[in-house]
């Protein structure tokens, strides 16, 4: 009796225990992936950069399966691998590792937390009734990102800083594309040997971008301290937290499992201002509050919404 009831107890700690591990995982881990793309085009070009980052994950994911003699997509799940390979990575991932070349790595990581804001605003375009909720969300995640921003104010009349911002605000835009996309594209393939292509596939445009542009450096001219990025970015940011991230997602209710988005940057501008000396100032810790406030109040309208959606 004893002996089952200590099983009871493991199996459940288990089945608790190592989803909020992995969502403990992703919450940390991708708020430090913007430190080290941060660190990594300090030395390199950006889009070489995800290029790279993105052959050798995609390509250990692809390999794996290979290997498990995984089926490959079918013609119609190809056409959605495509789209989201674009959306998600060449777009949003390759922008986003962009912009934080000329925006500190704290303010891309509270830009890139705003993508909720724009399944909102796309929602409005498509006809669809905003609750009030949400409505008060938006405006307030608005006025955070205001908040934040009075501190940059000098910054803004540079050139290079406003090319930071509006590559960073397209890779939010396109990473909500890529969510809505997901939800009504929803398919039975793998869900991971589908990332490991959508990174191979964006690799292949990337690296076609960069050395059609001139835009790349030669491989060996590439110094240790970008392939030190490279590394961090692949183990922790295209692997093993991408794989946290799906388990404790299939696993933990969604309420719960979009914690991460409020914790990665709260992460990332707290390290940025420890490891590179980033601004950390009470109007910038006041805005990210609100902007994380804002997007919390946008997510429970939209589960709610869902929830009455499916009754």
């Not at 200590?6 to 992703?26: E, R």
Request: hydrophobic share 55%; proline share 4%; aromatic share 16%.
């Amino acid at each position: 009796m004893l002996n089952k009831a200590k099983n009871a107890i493991s199996q459940k700690a288990t089945a608790v225990g190592l989803p909020m591990l992995a969502l403990f995982w992703v919450s940390f881990f991708w708020g430090t992936t913007w430190l080290a793309s941060k660190e990594g085009v300090r030395h390199m070009p950006a889009l070489q950069l995800a290029a790279i980052r993105q052959f050798i994950g995609g390509g250990l994911y692809v390999l794996y399966f290979v290997w498990k003699k995984e089926p490959w997509p079918k013609k119609k799940q190809w056409k959605a691998i495509f789209v989201l390979s674009i959306l998600n990575f060449v777009l949003s991932n390759g922008l986003s590792t962009w912009g934080v070349k000329y925006i500190s790595s704290g303010l891309g990581a509270i830009i890139g937390a705003i993508f909720p804001l724009w399944i909102v605003i796309i929602s409005l375009f498509n006809g669809e009734k905003l609750a009030k909720l949400a409505l008060i969300g938006l405006l307030v995640s608005f006025g955070g990102v205001c908040v934040v921003f009075s501190d940059y104010l000098s910054d803004l009349l540079r050139p290079d800083f406003q090319f930071g911002i509006i590559l960073s605000v397209i890779a939010t835009f396109t990473w909500a594309l890529g969510s809505l996309y997901t939800k009504k594209k929803a398919a039975s393939f793998n869900p991971y040997f589908s990332l490991g292509l959508q990174m191979l596939i964006s690799c292949i445009l990337l690296f076609a971008y960069t050395g059609a542009t001139g835009t790349s450096v030669p491989i060996q001219t590439i110094p240790a301290e970008a392939w030190w990025s490279i590394a961090y970015l692949v183990f922790f940011g295209s692997v093993t937290t991408f794989i946290a991230f799906i388990y404790a997602l299939q696993r933990l209710p969604t309420e719960l499992s979009s914690v991460y988005a409020y914790i990665n940057p709260i992460v990332a501008v707290i390290l940025g201002s420890f490891l590179f000396d980033e601004t950390l100032t009470i109007a910038i810790v006041t805005g990210v509050g609100l902007v994380i406030f804002g997007i919390y109040l946008i997510n429970y309208s939209l589960r709610k919404t869902n929830k009455k959606e499916s009754v």
